[in-house]
């Protein structure tokens, strides 16, 4: 489900979005420790080396796919499927609505609201979702 959001106009780059998405996130979250290190799962777009000097400043383990190595995998690998990023995931939730899927807001505080409650309905849809799942595997 969706943990930090941040938004620009559609002409702007991913990575430079990063440093707000990650400063968005309302839920502390625990520190991280060698034996439990936490990763950050991100596309080849990322791949540079101010977008690793970041992600390691939030003490996050880069997971970076780096340009080029989906398709040495697919040539090498018979049957390989590139894998689906969450973020991806995320962003067909959030298109499942259409005020965010095709933006009629002018002013970006409005467009912002939208995207911050289809988010808030994301995650009580999943929350529900997995009480509901654990209420039919107790009975």
Not at 21 to 42: M, V
Not at 50 to 64: A, D, K, M, N, Q
Not at 114 to 134: N, P
Request: proline share 5%.
């Amino acid at each position: 489900m969706p943990i930090g959001l941040a938004h620009e106009g559609a002409n702007r780059n991913d990575h430079l979005l990063l440093e707000g998405t990650l400063d968005s996130i309302p839920i502390r979250r625990p520190q991280p420790s060698a034996e439990k290190p936490q990763g950050l799962c991100l596309d080849k777009a990322y791949d540079n080396n101010g977008t690793r000097e970041l992600v390691s400043g939030y003490r996050f383990v880069p997971h970076i796919r780096s340009r080029g190595e989906e398709i040495k995998d697919k040539l090498r690998v018979p049957g390989w499927r590139a894998r689906r990023w969450v973020v991806e995931a995320c962003h067909s939730w959030l298109n499942r609505n259409r005020g965010v899927l095709i933006r009629w807001s002018k002013k970006k505080e409005n467009h912002l609201a939208l995207l911050m409650l289809a988010s808030g309905l994301i995650a009580f849809k999943k929350a529900h979702e997995a009480v509901l799942q654990a209420a039919s595997e107790a009975a």
